[in-house]
C-alpha cells in the first residue's frame, strides 16, 4: 500500500519567518511528487517534482525531491499571513495502463501570525 | 478557466438513506476522481475513472459506488448512510496521463446524522 507522511502536521510561525514542510513516502511505481496547498476551498497545485537534486521555485516557494532517500521538503522564506493554510504532499504512481493515482499525505496545517 | 462543479455545498443526510453526490467538468477531461478528506486523516482517493463508464477503486471503497455514464459527469452514489461517512467530498478531474494537475471542485461538506 503506497503511504505519504507528512511533518509537522501543524506550525505556527510569526510573519518573516521561513519554514520548511516535510514529506516521506513509500510508493510502488513512483512517477512524481506533487505539493499542493489548500486555503479555504479546494486545493491548489504548487509543484510538480519528478527528478532528485532540482529546485523548484516560485517566488518564495521552493521545493526539492531526494528519490534515494524518499522525502520532498517545501520551504516557505520570509512567511506572510496569506501563506497560512494546509499544504498537502501527494505521490503520482502508476496504476496500471497509462493511467495514474495521487496518493496524498494528512498535510501540514500552517498558521502565520502577525 | 476550467470549472469542476459539485452538485451541493451542504447536505444533511440521514443513517440509511441513499445519497448521490454529482460532480461535472467542463473541460472535457478523460479523467475524474472522488476523495473525502477528514480532519487528521488527509485526503484519500475513494474511486476513480479514466473513461465513461469505467471505474477504478480507489483506497478506501467500501460503502461507496460510482457512476459514469457521460464524460463530463462523475457521480458518486452512498447505498445507505452511515454516521462514519459525514466528510467533506471533494471531486476532481485531470487529462490522461496528467494525474498530478488535479481540477477540485468546492467540495461537498456531507453530515450523516
Redesign the interface.
Known amino acids: 500500500e503506497d503511504k505519504v507522511v507528512q511533518s509537522p502536521l501543524s506550525l505556527v510561525v510569526h510573519e518573516g519567518d521561513t519554514v520548511t514542510l516535510n514529506c516521506s513516502y513509500e510508493v510502488t511505481n513512483f512517477r512524481s511528487l506533487l505539493w499542493y496547498k489548500q486555503e479555504k476551498k479546494a486545493p491548489t497545485f504548487l509543484f510538480m517534482l519528478t527528478s532528485s537534486g532540482i529546485e523548484k521555485k516560485s517566488g518564495r516557494l521552493s521545493s526539492i525531491l531526494d528519490k534515494k532517500e524518499l522525502f520532498s521538503i517545501l520551504n516557505i522564506t520570509a512567511t506572510q499571513t496569506g501563506d497560512s493554510a494546509i499544504y498537502l504532499c501527494a505521490v503520482e504512481a502508476w496504476s496500471g495502463g497509462s493511467n495514474y493515482k495521487l496518493t496524498f499525505g494528512k498535510g501540514t496545517l500552517l498558521t502565520v501570525n502577525p | 478557466d476550467v470549472k ?1 462543479t459539485q452538485s451541493s455545498r451542504y447536505l444533511v443526510k440521514r443513517t440509511g438513506e441513499k445519497v448521490f453526490l454529482e460532480c461535472v467538468q467542463d473541460m472535457d477531461h478523460e ?1 475524474m ?1 472522488w ?1 473525502r478528506q477528514d480532519p ?6 475513494i474511486y ?1 475513472s ?1 473513461d465513461v463508464k469505467m471505474k ?1 477503486k ?2 478506501i471503497p467500501e460503502g461507496y459506488s460510482v457512476s459514469r455514464e457521460k464524460k463530463e459527469r462523475f457521480s458518486l452514489i452512498l447505498e445507505s448512510a452511515s454516521t462514519n461517512q459525514t466528510s467533506m467530498y ?1 471531486c ?1 478531474s485531470s487529462w ?2 496528467v ?4 481540477y ?4 461537498t461538506r456531507l453530515t450523516v446524522t
Not at chain 2, 494525474?99 to 488535479?102: H, I, K, V
Open positions: 469542476v479523467n476522481f476523495y487528521g486523516l488527509g485526503l484519500r482517493l476513480f479514466y477504478e480507489g483506497d471533494l476532481a490522461t496521463g494525474s498530478y494537475e488535479q477540485f471542485g468546492p467540495g
